[in-house]
């Protein structure tokens, strides 16, 4: 009789990191580290991590021969048919792994993302995000995987009219239709960015907070702690990927919006960055950009250099921040007060243990206040230099 527990069994997997001169042996680990966590939470079991100090990408295969032999050896030990690199690996590289490693899954950095990505999905937007991120990872990967998609280009299985493609080859057909539906689905999100923008507009009187952060920085928790909500929360990388909104009131009779999005992560290939931006779009249009970051995370610095790069060119630098550093039930007091001397004007909270949040809840009302002030500000302004176009008249 079969073992029901051993009948769905996880993908085992064998991970890959490059150490490069730039790259310090911490900084290594901590990589490496996130990587794990990213093919945990697409559902494979890591059972080998192998590391090699590089002083350039070998162009062929990324890793050296020598490596390869190591790496087969350790999938044969483990019986093991996938291997994960913490860098971008390129079509030919991949094709060239894959001669080397027979019968083995060869993935990337941006591929066990977007397997996340997929896996996690959950609205009509998110799944159209990712499918414009699969297709433009997939497309210079193209070899001939995509045929089927002629089909989708006329009725009753056949190619339509002006789809057939004469004197081209198959390759070059399947590339302009995935290129074709990549224009497709990216007409379809600018759709939902104009309804967003014009949902903005409509709300323009009530004080909108944009929540972001490293992903798993603890913004959902955050979210539900102020609100009283259930956003859904999982310690695993990118839990959710839709934004998420909600009333939180402040005490007074005032209330303000906070608006969850998608947490950010290190080496986010650019055009995920440029897909994402429905989602993002909601900080976007924020009144004040709450930047949480998990200050129990060794390489806290990195995530906000990683959050501060995402959000340069989506987010107007004029829009006012406010910074809190989460977790700090995990942290001594020596390490408290290390983030004080450095982060004098952020707060340090706990979401999990409901530390700091009334702190928050004041700051965030002055921050109220003063939005409120600049709009009366604003108006003033606005009466005297159209009082000033009539008296010339």
């Not at 051993?6 to 990587?35: C, D, F, M, Y």
């Not at 070899?143 to 280009?153: D, E, K, N, P, V």
């Not at 969850?260 to 080496?267: E, L, N, P, Y």
């Amino acid at each position: 009789m079969k073992n029901t527990d051993t009948a769905k069994k996880s993908e085992r997997a064998v991970l890959i990191g490059i150490i490069t001169p730039k790259l310090k042996p911490l900084q290594a680990a901590e990589h490496l580290e996130e990587l794990r966590r990213l093919a945990e939470t697409a559902g494979a079991e890591v059972v080998e991590i192998f590391t090699q100090r590089v002083q350039s990408f070998n162009p062929a295969t990324l890793i050296g021969e020598g490596k390869i032999e190591e790496i087969k050896t350790a999938l044969e030990t483990y019986e093991t048919k996938m291997v994960i690199f913490d860098e971008d690996l390129s079509g030919s590289q991949v094709r060239n792994l894959e001669i080397r490693l027979p019968g083995v899954k060869v993935l990337d950095r941006t591929g066990i993302i977007l397997d996340i990505f997929a896996k996690h999905a959950a609205t009509a937007e998110s799944r159209l995000m990712v499918e414009v991120a699969q297709l433009q990872y997939l497309m210079p990967r193209l070899t001939r995987a995509w045929t089927h998609l002629s089909r989708q280009a006329g009725t009753g299985g056949t190619p339509g009219i002006g789809m057939r493609g004469p004197g081209e080859t198959q390759l070059e057909t399947d590339r302009r239709l995935v290129r074709n539906r990549i224009q497709e689905l990216k007409r379809k999100l600018k759709k939902i960015e104009k309804a967003r923008a014009l949902q903005a507009d409509n709300r323009n009187d009530i004080f909108h907070v944009g929540i972001v952060g490293y992903t798993n920085a603890g913004k959902s928790t955050l979210t539900n702690r102020l609100t009283g909500s259930d956003v859904y929360v999982e310690d695993k990388l990118f839990a959710t990927l839709d934004s998420t909104t909600r009333k939180l009131y402040l005490g007074n009779g005032e209330s303000i919006i906070l608006s969850d999005t998608v947490g950010f992560i290190r080496k986010l290939p650019h055009h995920l960055v440029e897909t994402f931006k429905s989602t993002l779009g909601v900080a976007a249009h924020a009144n004040l950009i709450l930047e949480v970051v998990d200050a129990s995370a060794p390489d806290y610095a990195e995530h906000l250099e990683v959050t501060h790069l995402v959000l340069n060119g989506i987010i107007d630098k004029e829009i006012p921040r406010l910074r809190a550093f989460n977790k700090v039930e995990k942290l001594d007091q020596q390490a408290r007060n290390e983030l004080l001397e450095n982060y004098p004007e952020a707060i340090q909270i706990s979401a999990k243990e409901n530390v700091g949040m009334e702190i928050l809840r004041k700051r965030l009302m002055q921050e109220l206040e003063r939005w409120k002030e600049k709009r009366i500000s604003d108006k003033v302004k606005e009466s005297e230099t159209a009082e000033g176009w009539t008296n010339e008249e």
